[in-house]
């Protein structure tokens, strides 16, 4: 089973990633749930109005939004799925469906 895992993404003033956000989801996935991941798309912060850095009262828009495709074990979604709330760095999480892939 496929889903599409859409992360948090916090970022520095000029919009360069500070973190991983996947990492936070890594750390609550027992082994042998994911079988493969692939990285779809890098969202920039809203904040950033088409420019190189921030406004000044911008700060607070500084994050932007990581969508990575994940592949897992059918039998364990229940346990990836509660990884994915406990992670608190998930914004939503989607069943792909097999037949379009």
């Not at 992670?87 to 939503?92: G, I, L, Y």
Request: charged share 40%; hydrophobic share 35%.
């Amino acid at each position: 089973m496929r889903y599409r895992v859409t992360f948090m993404e916090r970022t520095d003033e000029s919009g360069q990633p500070t973190e991983k956000p996947t990492a936070y989801l890594a750390l609550e996935l027992p082994d042998g749930i994911v079988r493969d991941k692939e990285f779809v798309e890098r969202t920039p912060p809203d904040a950033l109005h088409n420019r190189d850095q921030f406004e000044e009262d911008d700060d607070f828009l500084s994050v932007g939004m990581e969508i990575w495709d994940y592949e897992i074990n059918d039998r364990r979604k229940g346990e990836f799925l509660a990884a994915v709330k406990k992670s608190r760095m998930v914004m939503e999480c989607t069943p792909l469906d097999e037949g379009a892939n």
